[in-house]
Each structure stands twice: as C-alpha cells, then as structure tokens.
C-alpha cells in the first residue's frame, strides 16, 4: 500500500470501481472514506497520500470554509480520528492551510500558503462535483443498505451555493 497507494480508492470518475465500492456491504454516503489530493500549478502535491484519509471530510472542509469566511481563520476536525484541519486568512488574498495531529499539534502533516479564492473555489467545484456523481449521475442498486440525505442532497448544494458566492467575492 506505501508504494501504490492509489489502489487503495476508488476514481469517482470510474462508474466500476464505484458500483464495487456501493456494492460492499457497509457502503453509505454518511461514512465513506475519503482522499482529497491537492496539487499546486507545476504538478506537485498539497495535500497528498501523506494526509490520512478521513470519514465524509468534505463537510469538514464546507464547514471550515464557512468558519474561514465568518470568523478570518477555522480550526475544525478532520475526519474522525484527532486531526485537524486549519486556515487562516491573510489580508494579502492568501491563506495557509495546515492539517495536523491534534494531540500532537508540532507534527504537521502538510501547510502550505496559497491564494485563497482560487484554492477554495476549486475545493467547493470539487465537493460538488463528488456529490453530484454520487447523488444524481450513479444509480443506488435497489435494496441496499445506503444513508442518503434526506432531501437527496439538495441542502448541501446550496450551502456549497452560498459558500461559492462568498468565497467570489474575496480579492482575485
């Protein structure tokens, strides 16, 4: 796994690999166990395999971006083990993103400063575009056990709605 770690997960633009994933028997939207990698303009990796994988982070990302935009910085956990997801905003337009142990705050597992509206939009066009294809585009098999939002998503979309036109209106 420490060689190939991407055989570990699933593409989300891979409908097999998918239907594999929903077909397990403890598939559910509420817990699935994701890799968000991140990479700068040349290629090298942000947030890479380095960065655990955590239970339905994107609403631990929605809910720091929503407490960056309130309040100028976010310290909120990641996943459900003891990490932390942190930024904080800088009047220069930037922010610096750091996850961390929470129990062991100087054991950094990735901080990087970079420009924070194109950061953060990319990551909202990201969570949309994950729950759109496991809501909308991917059919759920009949029978199985699967937690859906009860509205079918609708209530995450607009929060990512509300948190895009936010986030727009921060310095280009």
Wanted: charged fraction near 25%; aromatic fraction near 10%.
């Amino acid at each position: 796994m420490t060689q190939q770690p991407e055989v570990q997960y699933a593409d989300v633009n891979d409908r097999n690999q998918i239907n594999r994933l929903m077909m397990s028997r403890k598939f559910g939207l509420d817990a699935l166990q994701m890799a968000i990698h991140v990479f700068d303009d040349s290629g090298q990796p942000l947030i890479g395999y380095e960065v655990p994988s955590g239970l339905n982070i994107w609403h631990d990302y929605l809910k720091a971006i929503g407490k960056l935009l309130e309040q100028g910085k976010a310290s909120v956990g990641y996943g459900i083990d003891p990490y932390l997801l942190e930024m904080e905003q800088f009047a220069n337009g930037h922010l610096r993103f750091t996850i961390l142990l929470e129990l062991v705050p100087h054991h950094i597992l990735t901080q990087f400063t970079i420009h924070a509206r194109t950061f953060l939009l990319e990551i909202l066009r990201s969570i949309e575009f994950l729950w759109i294809k496991m809501l909308r585009e991917y059919p759920i098999p009949s029978g199985l056990d699967i937690t859906r939002p009860k509205d079918d998503g609708e209530e995450l979309f607009i929060e990512i709605d509300a948190l895009r036109k936010w986030v727009s209106e921060l310095p280009e």
